[in-house]
């Protein structure tokens, strides 16, 4: 039987319900009901914007959007986001979505810390930052109501969450260190890495190969 959680009704197929399984097997009980809140969030969001949007992929890149911090899922060589949206199009095609639709998922897990350029997007990738940007960030807090929020975090609690979704950001990053060039999560390792430089875009190009 389907789930309805203010007023949003929790995908119910196959495929929603290997993806539950799959992040709640491989993410922390915090990232699981982060994750949970970001498709809530961003469906609400939606709701209240007016958007259509498919709602099984909008479940897999919410539901997907930080298995790049987790151990089973993360590769050091990359950005953790990568690793997510690789994971989800590898899930979305064993189950027969493929090309622009599988693309969509993807990208809507790649661009998720990339500030604004996700929200003149497909209403899947919007919605997937729209549900990150309010839960970790508090954007869009007022857009939905408080008896919205409260069904919310009574299914999916957020204890002390500040600081221990930073702790789970830092330390899913901080053997990359590299891969948050331009990217948000340079801020969690400038506070929370002793020794931590930033790359720095100038420089780069000042110090590029090409004589002038």
Partial sequence: MSETIA??????????????????????????????????????????????????LLYVGAMFHDLGLTGRFARTERRFEIDGAEEARRFLHSHGITGEPADRVWTAIALHTTPEVPLHMAPEIALVTRGVELDVLGIGYHAVSDEQRAAVTAAHPRPDFKKRILAAFTEGIRDRPATTFGNVKADVLAHFVPGFERGDFVEVILGSDWSE
Avoid: K, M, N
Avoid at 32 to 51: C, I, K, M, N, P
């Fill in 7 to 56: 007023g949003v009704r929790i995908p119910d197929s196959a495929l929603a319900r290997e993806a539950t399984e799959l992040v709640r097997d491989a993410a922390s009980p915090l990232l699981f009901d982060h994750s949970r809140r970001v498709f809530l969030f961003g469906a609400l969001r939606g709701a209240e914007q007016g958007v259509d949007y498919d709602p099984e």
